[in-house]
């Protein structure tokens, strides 16, 4: 690991005053840290925001506001998220361990980067490192990467598992920089890969995430997180879903559904949720929303598995949450 300066900054005002060129925000670190042992991260300067304050609070339409440097173990544990958002506290619990949950931090769980093996090889060219470089992974090792919104550029997939159900829900995250406040929707926050995959989101450079709100959505205290992995610990979801479900006398009503594990960013099915509308609540009419979503998979030589097991995922969940009272 490189040399670099640190400071600690007290509010978000002098967190963004510490900012400059070739500084990087530090929250829990579980992520940035183990990308500065690899070489791949090397800043010049960290500027550590992990002491900012942050809390879990209503909004006056019945939501709740997460502040940024509110830990996973504590968002996982609390009984609103629980009550009123179980697929959120579900995917939190799903990812790394307890330890790791303890550390890592609301708004630093979304801009965490990818597990490509060759991103995180600096001996190999990425395109997302080095722009440029070329993608290997498109004829090398890829089984768990992109079969949705992939270029040819890079073919890497997000790996969060809290974004995903955000991402079904339509949160909003509140960033603040040099220029001032603004809210990006979850879904416009992470970027398709396109031609420049080495910027992960839309976020300028030195701007800070303060908080991610969830709306209100009444129906998604009927919903469910769904993770397909390797093993049980540690890994990365090969594919995984987020979906909440309105019926009314076995037809759906609404539907929110987001995959992660299978694109650069949380995937969510408006297609899907377009097909579920009025549809009946049976695992025919899943399948079908299903296959609608996937048509537009395109699987590489050795991950064509993730759409079988995307479809049966989404089938399945889904069942499961029309069987609940």
Request: glycine letters at 10%; proline letters at 6%; one cysteine or more.
């Amino acid at each position: 690991m490189r040399e670099f300066a640190y400071a600690r900054a007290g509010d978000q005002s002098e967190a963004l005053a510490e900012i400059d060129g070739d500084a990087t925000f530090l929250a829990g670190g579980t992520n940035l840290v183990d990308l500065m042992k690899l070489g791949v991260e090397t800043p010049a300067r960290l500027v550590d925001i992990r002491r900012l304050p942050g809390s879990i609070d209503d909004t006056g339409d019945g939501g709740l506001r997460i502040g940024a440097s509110v830990p996973n173990s504590v968002v996982a544990a609390d009984s609103r998220v629980r009550e009123r958002y179980p697929f959120v506290a579900q995917a939190l619990l799903s990812g790394a361990s307890g330890q790791l949950r303890n550390l890592a931090t609301t708004g630093g769980n979304l801009l965490q980067r990818t597990r490509c093996v060759y991103f995180m090889d600096v001996t190999k060219p990425c395109n997302k490192r080095e722009p440029g470089s070329g993608c290997p992974a498109l004829e090398g090792d890829h089984e768990n990467l992109a079969i949705l919104g992939w270029s040819e550029a890079c073919v890497a997939t997000h790996p969060s598992d809290f974004a995903v159900p955000l991402a079904a829900l339509d949160a909003q995250v509140h960033v603040l920089g040099i220029g001032g406040a603004r809210v990006v929707a979850l879904t416009d926050l992470h970027r398709l890969p396109g031609d420049d995959p080495s910027r992960d989101t839309v976020l300028e450079p030195g701007e800070l995430v303060t908080a991610v709100e969830l709306p209100p959505l009444p129906f998604a205290r009927r919903s469910g997180y769904r993770k397909v992995r390797e093993r049980a610990s540690f890994s990365f979801a090969l594919v995984s879903v987020a979906a909440a479900l309105d019926t009314d006398g076995g037809t759906v009503r609404e539907a929110r559904l987001a995959l992660g594990g299978v694109a650069h960013k949380p995937w969510r099915c408006l297609t899907a949720e377009d097909a579920l509308r009025g549809a009946r609540a049976t695992a025919e009419s899943f399948a079908r929303a299903a296959d609608a979503e996937l048509a537009a998979a395109r699987p590489l030589r050795d991950n064509g598995h993730k759409v079988p097991i995307a479809r049966n995922a989404i089938t399945t969940l889904l069942l499961d949450l029309a069987e609940r009272p």
